[in-house]
């Protein structure tokens, strides 16, 4: 799903360098969109989501273009089936072919002569005149002459017609090749169709879908990671809706921040500070990892004042430096009446990444989670409760006495604008993806 993609890719550079969120700022701002004939393309333009006229128009086009080579691809077999090839090689054929019987023709009638010439030489008798005898003897070198050069005739009548049909052949081979190279065309075309109406599909149904806290998320971890070890963060996703949500999905991703020295600029690829993460549950036992491309975490159906607990494990690469981290994480909801809902806030949890070898400083008093919850509804149940997930169900409580919370004191001030900047560059595209199409129907 492009759109969303475009959502996680934002998110993953919000988290790893609060300059992406500063520079984009101004883009969430403005909540009207500025007219066409004084709009100007920002610089980083092509990161910008789609508006919906142009994910139509994309649509459009693919469509006319996979016509197009349908059309020429029906023709091309058309041609192969009425042997429609050069009318200029066929005439050459034919002409081969007519050049080869007068060849053969006059080959014949040279040996004939050749016979005949030889039948009257062999007349020739003791009482010959010598004039006759020359004369014969003419006649016989003459006939086989003209015997040699009707062979050599014939050879090249022969030549020729072979040439004529192996130009012939390779024209009914070319457009054999060009039917089966428009045929792996309109499968890509196909392919770019169909990517161009999910794109669509994807912007109308996000744009449907209304920014709110209806799901709250708290996430907490240690304080520390070590690299080359997995670290386990607990994470809480309750329905703070006031009703029942029958289909929760949850997205997580974790990234280090950039250390000084480290180069950022518009054509970074933050997937080199990413920190691989898994989940689990009561309901998936199994370490389960997120995708590059933001593989939801399904917790499923979600009933009115329901929690749902999931551990995550981060694991940072054996080499990773030292430095900081961040894990965050935002939830969308989708319900059988058709209406959805994408969280205003997320959660995310700060953390020191020790490099191998490194030991953690000791931590009496662990800091409060760094999240952003949403009022909590009123309820007395404590583990996965009215929860429905692959089937599954359960009911066990998060785990906070063995983990440590959130948030070490030394943590570098940039470390809370970058997360400002996930939750509203992360929300924000979608926003701003909406506004769009509301600007472009207007």
């Known amino acids: 799903m492009k759109i969303r993609r475009i959502l996680a890719t934002a998110v993953a550079a919000a988290v790893t360098t ?19 004939s004084t709009q100007k393309p920002a610089q980083n333009e092509d990161d910008k989501p789609p508006t919906h006229q142009e994910l139509v128009e994309a649509v459009a086009k693919a469509q006319a273009k996979l016509d197009a080579l349908e059309a020429e691809r029906k023709q091309v077999l058309k041609d192969l089936k009425d042997d429609t090839i050069d009318p200029a090689l ?47 003897e003419k006649d016989l070198a003459d006939a086989k002459k003209a015997a040699e050069d009707a062979v050599t005739a014939k050879t090249a009548a022969d030549l020729r017609l072979e040439k004529a049909r192996t130009a012939c052949d390779d024209a009914r081979v070319a457009l054999s090749r060009k039917a089966e190279l428009l045929g792996k065309d309109i499968v890509l075309a196909e392919e770019e169709l169909a990517q161009a109406e999910q794109d669509l599909e994807d912007f109308e149904e996000l744009s449907e879908c209304v920014e709110d806290d209806a799901v709250r998320i708290d996430l907490n971890g240690p304080e520390t990671i070590t690299a080359g070890q997995p670290a386990v963060f607990s994470m809480r996703v309750t329905n703070a809706s006031g009703r029942d949500l029958d289909l929760v999905d949850v997205y997580a991703n974790a990234s280090r921040l950039i250390l000084p020295g480290e180069d950022v600029d518009e054509d970074t690829d933050f997937t080199k500070w990413s920190i691989p ?9 199994e370490w389960t990892p997120v995708s590059d491309e933001f593989e939801s975490i399904e917790v499923g159906r979600l009933a009115k004042g329901a929690h749902y607990d999931v551990k995550l494990r981060l694991t940072t690469a054996a080499d990773s430096p030292a430095g900081q981290g961040m894990a965050f994480a935002y939830a969308e909801y989708e319900n059988n009446d058709g209406s959805c809902g994408m969280a205003l806030d997320g959660a995310h949890a700060d953390f020191g990444i020790l490099s191998k070898g490194d030991k953690p400083k000791p931590t009496p008093t662990p800091s409060p989670s760094t999240s952003t919850p949403a009022p909590a ?43 400002a900047g996930a939750v509203a560059l992360g929300a924000g595209a979608v926003f701003v993806a909406r506004r769009r199409k509301a600007g472009t129907q207007a």
């Open 377 to 419: 509804p009123s309820t007395g149940n404590t583990g996965n409760t009215n929860t429905t997930q692959q089937g599954g169900s359960s009911s066990t409580p998060v785990n906070n006495g063995t983990l440590a919370a959130t948030g070490a004191n030394d943590v570098l001030p940039q470390l809370g604008l970058a997360a």
């Open 90 to 136: 066929k005439a050459e054929f034919l002409a081969a072919e007519e050049a080869v019987k007068v060849a053969e023709e006059a080959r014949k009638t040279a040996d004939q002569k050749v016979v005949t010439a030889q039948a009257a030489f062999d007349k020739l008798t003791e009482t010959s005149t010598e004039e006759e005898r020359k004369l014969a």
């Open 18 to 36: 609060p300059v992406v969120f500063l520079s984009a700022a101004p883009a969430f701002a403005d909540t009207k969109p500025s007219p066409a």
């Open 277 to 285: 993460v898994e989940w689990s549950s009561a309901d998936v036992l």
